[in-house]
């Protein structure tokens, strides 16, 4: 049998994203030969041995000595920190990376703590749903999705292909990017369609209190799908919004204009441009629907 590409990997930060990984270790062959769970949280990390998985699991950031791979999985406002508190723990050989949904920001608060000898390779995991915490996790959520990697100019490059390995062993799809490409790729394809759905439901929200109710009540697909959107971790998301300023800026710009245009068109009665704008929309979603990521 051949050896596992890791021997131990910790896992800071053990939520619905940290949690899934650690259930891949353990239901997909040659990952790892365990995962060991850091929690600044006490109640989670009596509920990940509860569950069963990890080996271990500390509030004591010193454990990520013990491992070869360590993926922070924390929301990315507690990078900075959390960069400091871990780097001096970090033994040589060891890859460090991430899941954070901003890749810029992560460069910026992790790269200065990675002691010589460490492979520092950010990634992003195109996968996630709107629940939280150690039980929410579950080892296919990152089967066929997209796993985004932005190595640093020195990132190691067996490094990198070592990480690729252990998310395709996952069954992830791998993609390079670079940092800032990620950052104004997510900007409109993940945060901009957030920042909407938090807009209308919290618009909906501010309506008098009898139209709430029958928001509420007559809620067709249309809101429901945009209230399963804004019920996603408010922490995560500030912090997204927060780390990635400048492109989320430069694509809400785009996305006003474009409305004021639809405004317009609305106003005029000029329904061929509608016509042609929701034909336009409707192909995107057959070929998002053909690339399987539907
Ligand atoms: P989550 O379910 O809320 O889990 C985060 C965990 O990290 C919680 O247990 C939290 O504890 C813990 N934590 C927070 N600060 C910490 C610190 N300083 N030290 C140690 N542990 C700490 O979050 P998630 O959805 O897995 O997201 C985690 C990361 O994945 C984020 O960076 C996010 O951007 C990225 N991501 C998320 C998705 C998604 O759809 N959810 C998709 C792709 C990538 P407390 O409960 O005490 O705060």
Redo the contacts with the bound molecule.
């Keep these: 049998m051949t050896s596992p590409l890791f021997t131990r990997v910790a896992i800071?930060?053990?939520?619905?994203?940290?949690s899934s990984i650690a259930r891949c270790v353990a239901e997909y062959p040659g990952l790892a030969k365990d995962v060991v769970c850091?929690?600044?949280?006490q109640a989670?990390c009596d509920r990940v041995m509860e569950l069963g998985i990890a080996a271990a699991a500390s509030t004591d950031p010193a454990l990520v000595a013990t491992a070869d791979l360590v993926v922070l999985?924390?929301?990315?406002g507690?990078f900075a920190?959390?960069g400091a508190i871990i780097g001096p723990h970090l033994t040589p050989g060891t890859i460090l990376t991430d899941?954070?949904?901003v890749k810029q920001s992560v460069v910026r608060d992790i790269g200065p703590h990675v002691p010589d000898g460490v492979h520092f390779v950010p990634g992003?995991?195109?996968?996630?749903?709107e629940h939280?915490?150690?039980d929410?996790g579950f080892a296919s959520l990152f089967k066929d999705r997209w796993c985004i990697l932005t190595p640093v100019p020195d990132s190691d490059a067996a490094a990198v292909e070592k990480l690729a390995a252990f998310w395709r062993g996952c069954g992830s799809q791998i993609e390079l990017m670079e940092p800032g490409h990620h950052d104004r790729v997510l900007a409109i394809t993940s945060h901009l369609p957030h920042l909407i759905a938090y807009t209308i439901v919290g618009t909906a929200t501010d309506l008098e209190e009898h139209l709430k109710s029958e928001v509420i009540r007559f809620s067709a697909s249309g809101f429901r799908d945009f209230t399963r959107i804004a019920a996603?971790?408010p922490?995560?998301w500030r912090?997204?919004f927060l780390n990635n300023r400048e492109a989320v800026l430069e694509v809400i710009q785009r996305f006003t204009e474009d409305l004021t245009a639809l405004q317009r068109a609305i106003r005029w009665g000029e329904g061929e441009k509608l016509e042609e704008l929701f034909t336009r929309t409707r192909a995107i979603r057959r070929s998002i629907i053909d690339a399987k990521q539907a």
């Design positions: 800071v930060g053990f939520g619905l994203i940290g850091i929690d600044r949280s989670v999985a924390t929301p990315i507690a920190d959390l899941v954070g949904s992003h995991p195109l996968a996630g749903t939280s915490g150690p929410a996603s971790d922490v995560m912090d997204i």
